[in-house]
C-alpha cells in the first residue's frame, strides 16, 4: 500500500535565482501557492548537490565530502511534504561544500583564503564555527582531515557569496515577511537530516528526530512543544535542542516578537535512507507521511495564531 500523502489539489509556481559560479544553475529553487493552506515556509539549506567540474577537482575526496556534508537526499522527504500539505518550499541546489547557508557570511576561515582578506576576527560569535573547520566554508570535517587540495582564492570565495549565499537568503527573508504581512504571522520549518546519533548506553535508543529552537529564542514555545508531542505520539523518538540546537538561520529568522517563527527539524537518516546512509529506502514514503502530518498540524496552528487565537484544543 502507498503510504505517500495525496498532493495538494493547487500547483505551485516555481520560481528560480542566484546562480552557482562554474555551473549556470540557479542557487535555490522556492515554490509557492496562490491560495496558501498555511503561513509556513519549508527550507532546505543543506540538499543542494549541483557540483560545478572545479569545485570536485579541488575537493580531495569528493564522495566522502558529498556523504558527510550533504542532508543526503532530504530533498525526497520535503518536497514531497510540501507538496502535499500547500507549504511554501525553498530548496537550495548549491552544495554545503562550497557554501553552508546555515552560517553568517562572516564566519570564514581565511587562512584558507588566498588574496585580499580583511583583519584577522580572533575568537569572536563571527568566526566561531570557522574555527572548528565547519564555516561558511567548509574546510575539514572530523574524521576526514581537510577537505580542500589548494588554499581558495579570494575572488571564488566573493563570487560563492554573491552567486549562491545572497539570493538564498534574500529569497528567504522576502518570503517570510510576505507571509507575516499576509498572515500576521509566519513559520520557517528549516528541515535538516543528521548522522544516527550515538547510544549513551547499552539501553539507549537515541532519538530518530532533534527539534531545534536556539533554546527557546527562535519560535512560540506552543509551537514547539506541538511538534515534540506530535512526533511522540506517532511513536517516534524525539529530542529537544540536543544535540542540535539550530543555527544561523534560527538566529537571523527567529523573530518572535514580530511573529516570524523558526524551528529546525533534524531527521536521522537511518529513517528513509539505505544501510549506507546513500540512497532512499523504502522506509521514506512513512517518513513523508508522518511530516506530512506534522506540517498540516503546524499550520493550522500557525494560522489561528495569525487570527489573535491561542493553541486550540485538539491539541492537547
Known sequence: MDSTPPQFPEDPVCESGGAIPGLGEPAYRLWRYAEQAAPIVVAMPHAGRAYPDPVLETLRDPAQAKLRLEDRHIDAVGKPV?????????????????????????????AMVRGTRPPQTRHSLANRRSRSGLGLIPRRVPGMGELWRRPLERQEVDAWIEGIYEPYHGALAAELERLRDQWGVALLIDLH??????????QDQPAEFVIGDR?????DPGLVD???????TQGRRVAHNRPYSGGYV????????????????EVCRSTYLDARLDQPSA???????LL?????????ETALMGRGGGFSQAAE
Open 215 to 219: 533554546f527557546g529564542a527562535s519560535c
Open 226 to 232: 506541538l511538534t515534540m508531542r506530535y512526533l511522540a
Open 250 to 265: 534560527l538566529d537571523r529568522y527567529g523573530q518572535t516578537q514580530r511573529g516570524i517563527h523558526a524551528i529546525q527539524i
Open 82 to 110: 510540501a507538496f502535499a500539505t500547500g507549504a511554501n518550499l525553498l530548496l537550495a541546489t548549491a552544495p554545503r561544500a562550497m557554501i553552508d547557508l546555515n552560517r553568517s557570511s562572516e564566519d570564514i576561515d581565511w
Open 292 to 300: 506530512a502530518g506534522l506540517v498540516r498540524t503546524l499550520g493550522a
Open 283 to 289: 522506509r521514506l514514503p512513512a517518513i513523508v507521511k
Open 193 to 202: 537530516s543528521m548522522p544516527p546519533l550515538r547510544p549513551s548506553h547499552p
